[in-house]
C-alpha cells in the first residue's frame, strides 16, 4: 500500500484521511495466517510535521480461527491500531539505527510496516466466547454442546490412596 505525499507536505500539521482494502498476498507469503483468506482494511489518517510524516489508524483483519479451549472453528476479527513515522534519508543517515521508515520518490510504502504488524499482533490463543467450556479432558466432547458421559469425579491416580484413607474413616 503506498501513499502519494507531495500535496500532504504542503499542508503542514493538516491530517489527510486514507482507507483502502488490500490483498493479503500482496503482502509477501502470508498463507499461514487465517486472515490471509480475507482482504484487509486499513483506515486512518497522515500528516506532515517537522520534516516527518506521522501515519496511524488501523489495520482491521477476519479469518477464521480454531478455539483454544474447544477446538470448534469461528470467525475472529481485530482491530490493530498503528502509529508509525516516515521521513526521507540522506546519504549519510544510518537507516538501521532509526525508529522511522524511509520514503522513496514522495511515496510512503507502508507494505512492510502492514506486514509486521500483523505478525507481531498475531494473537497466541483465541476462543470462540469467553464463557467457552472447552473440551472435557477425558472423554474429549465439547462441554459447550451439552454435559459428557464421564463419571463426575475423577481422582488423580496419586491421591487414590488418600480416598481410600478417606473411605475407612467415614
Not at 43 to 50: A, C, L, M, P, T
Not at 150 to 163: G, K, M, T
Request: charged share 30%; with cysteine; aromatic share 10%.
Amino acid at each position: 500500500m503506498k501513499l502519494q505525499v507531495s500535496e500532504i507536505k504542503a499542508q503542514q500539521g493538516k491530517p489527510f484521511p486514507f482507507i483502502c482494502q488490500v490483498d493479503p498476498k500482496d503482502l509477501g507469503d502470508m498463507s499461514a495466517y487465517p486472515w490471509s483468506q480475507h482482504n484487509l482494511t486499513i483506515k486512518g489518517n497522515v500528516r506532515y510535521e517537522s520534516q516527518r510524516y506521522i501515519v496511524e489508524g488501523t489495520v482491521h483483519t477476519e479469518g477464521e480461527y480454531e478455539c483454544s479451549r474447544c477446538l470448534s472453528p469461528f470467525m475472529y476479527e481485530q482491530d490493530i491500531p498503528f502509529v508509525e513515522v516516515y521521513r526521507e534519508f540522506n546519504s549519510y543517515d544510518k537507516l538501521d539505527e532509526s525508529d522511522e521508515w524511509p520514503i522513496d520518490d514522495d511515496l510512503i510504502d507502508m507494505t512492510e510496516m502492514i506486514r509486521e504488524l500483523l505478525i507481531m499482533n498475531e494473537p497466541y490463543q483465541v476462543v470462540c466466547k469467553e464463557d467457552c467450556k472447552g473440551l472435557c479432558p477425558h472423554c474429549g466432547a465439547n462441554l459447550n454442546e451439552g454435559s459428557c458421559q464421564c463419571a463426575d469425579v475423577h481422582i488423580d491416580p496419586r491421591f487414590a490412596a488418600l480416598r481410600d484413607w478417606l473411605k475407612k474413616e467415614e
